[in-house]
């Protein structure tokens, strides 16, 4: 990014969630840029091409003949040393499974924005879940952001996170279809100095495939050293937590933002009784769920996962185990669930297993196929977790919400 083009850009944007990652890709120099149209991505993808007609951002920009495509091509420019993003959404995240599988066991550190929507059919543009969790188990790193702002500051941590040596993943920023994708945002835009002190070049070593590094990638390796190989990946994502710690010190001391917490955030949690907890752009009709309801006298609070993958489990047991009751809120289903529940609901419910105390809790489905999640939603969901907090149990402890 020439030094001209960045001082073209205000420190302070009107912008949506997408062009905000686009503004981090040239930013962050990234060298290989893929595309195949499926909204609500595809809004992104725009911006990146206008960035590159105005001269902001010079990168080999490849507009692939499908999804498939795409991240085999960035997948391979990732082995080569070149730091690499793309994207997609619902179906078309899917049509690229077989790449973005091996792409964790390759150790290569793609970036990813998944402008979250439902997967056909029926089909639907709104926002679901269940496209990115897709990966959950394969070795991606997940992230889930609820702004503009942390869309931008995340896609910073994506890339100086995943081009660890450390880890060597690739990493997802999930970002709600139309909610954020095409929502407009007040952005503070850092400095270019700072993006520079942030995040260091993206240095392969011993492992870049080059003519004058002869190594093999991909090997067919069977049952000789496959286990081994899925230890290493596993090595990595463990790796990944302290990884994450590090950069959001790093991005508080040198931009100046992004909370307590690298992995979850608490919305006024200091004395409450009970809490929902969500991801994404929950978040908003949450936050004011919570003022209202506390005007009113009640204790409540809202708790936002940032990081699916690592999953924060540490850090949910040591804040949940102090609420009476806690309600899960997925916009994603995972069907024949133990207790039916949605795939947040599951993987906290395993989390605090062990805690104690163990609060008992509650999950809801809700807000599926881009439905608004309304503040009237978010009381009756409260309602229903308060009375979990009085009796000590669920009687149904998985409710679909806002269902006709």
Known sequence: MTTS????????????GSEAIAIACAMADVDVITAYPIRPY???????????????????????????????????????????????????????????????????????????RALDDPGAFGTEHNDALSVRDLGWLLSWVDTGQEAMDIAFMAWRVAEDPRVY??????????????SQQIVQVPDQAQVDEFLPPYDRGDFVLHPDNPITIAPQVNEDWLIEIRRQTDEGMRNARNVIIEAHNDLKRIFGRGGDDPFIEEYMTEDADVVLVGMGTLSLPLKVTVRRLREQ????????????????????????????????????????APQNGGVL?????????????????????????????TVDSAIEMFDKTQEVAETGHAEEPLLWIGVR
């Open 5 to 16: 083009a960045t001082d073209a850009l205000e420190r302070e944007q009107l912008i949506s």
């Open 42 to 116: 595809d809004t992104v993808m725009q911006f990146v091409s206008k960035l590159i007609a105005d001269g902001t951002l010079t990168c080999e920009y490849i507009i692939a003949e499908s999804e498939h495509s795409q991240f085999e091509i960035i997948k391979h420019a990732s082995a080569v040393g070149a730091r690499t993003f793309a994207g997609s959404s619902g179906v078309g995240w899917l049509y690229a499974f077989e790449a973005l599988a091996v792409t964790c066991g390759l150790r290569l550190p793609l970036v990813a924005m998944v402008g979250n």
């Open 169 to 182: 993943l690739p990493c997802a920023i999930s970002t709600d279809g139309a909610f954020l994708t095409h």
């Open 297 to 336: 006298g009640r204790k409540v609070g809202f708790v936002r996962v940032r990081w699916f993958r690592p999953f924060p489990a540490p850090e949910l047991r040591a804040a949940l185990s102090r609420f009476k009751a806690v309600g899960v809120i997925d916009r994603d289903y995972s069907l024949g």
């Open 345 to 373: 609901y599951t993987e906290i419910r395993s989390a605090l297993y062990d805690a104690d105390p163990r609060p008992p809790m509650i999950g809801f489905i809700c807000g599926l196929g881009g439905r608004e999640v």
